[in-house]
């Protein structure tokens, strides 16, 4: 079935570091893919999507972009800033799985000044 | 302001008892969800709609139900036949549920069992 893997944290980082969150994906469909981060103790917020092979998501400095070809939706930051400091979770819906979204684990990344 | 409420923030249950976890949204919204969050997992999908009166099963449903009798209010019950409630759980909700949709958060509510 359906499913996204992701790099395992959790994730340390100095500030002005540069930032990579590996995710990959399995799907039979056409998906599209996002990421979502969450803050301590709150719900999920939308920090990017693609929802097609090439395209760029980006929204606050971070970037990724769906690769079909490696099925990876690999999340980036050129310059890390302590207020990044949170949960990020990669995830994908798919139209032959009912729109279904289906959640990575979660990389936590603590980001120091 | 739109958005997502939930309703407690925190929620204690004795064992035995059912309880039942608000979530209301004014985006006028089609399609909610409820959610499922344990320390180091990801999210798991409890029940969802797509419409009023309608709902499906998600991948955890066992021990819950639901109600979507108006369009802006998905609340979800925890009934005594969940055998490990103790959780975070979050309800969202899309424009219309397509796969391309962004799925907007509320903030979630804790619920412990003592």
């Known amino acids: 079935g359906d499913s996204v893997t992701q790099m395992e944290g959790p994730v340390t980082l100095s500030e002005e570091a540069f930032l990579t969150i590996n995710c990959t994906y399995t799907a039979t469909g056409y998906p599209s893919l996002f990421w979502y981060v969450q803050y301590p103790g709150e719900g999920l917020q939308l920090l990017l999507k693609a929802t097609k092979a090439d395209d760029k998501g980006s929204n606050k400095g971070f970037e990724a972009t769906y690769r079909k070809e490696t099925t990876s939706f690999h999340l980036e930051k050129g310059s890390v800033q302590v207020s990044d400091s949170a949960v990020y979770f990669c995830?994908?819906?798919?139209?032959?799985?009912?729109?279904?979204?289906?959640f990575g684990t979660g990389t936590s990344l603590t980001v120091i000044p | 302001d739109g958005g997502i409420t939930q309703s407690p923030k925190y929620l204690f249950r004795k064992e035995g008892q059912n309880v039942t976890l608000s979530c209301e949204q004014n985006?006028?919204?089609?399609?909610m969800y409820w959610y499922r969050q344990d320390p180091g997992q990801g999210l798991r999908l409890i029940y969802y709609?797509?419409?009023?009166?309608?709902?499906q099963k998600g991948d955890i449903a066992e021990g819950y139900s639901v109600s979507r009798e108006k369009k802006e209010s998905f609340p979800l019950t925890v009934t005594s036949a969940q055998k490990n409630p103790t959780a975070f759980y979050l309800c969202a909700s899309s424009i219309s549920g397509l796969a391309t949709d962004t799925q907007y958060f509320g903030p979630g509510t804790r619920l412990t069992v003592l």
């Open positions: 709609s797509q419409i009023v009166n309608d709902f």
């Open positions: 995830a994908l819906t798919a139209t032959n799985t009912g729109n279904q979204f289906y």
């Open positions: 985006l006028n919204h089609d399609a």
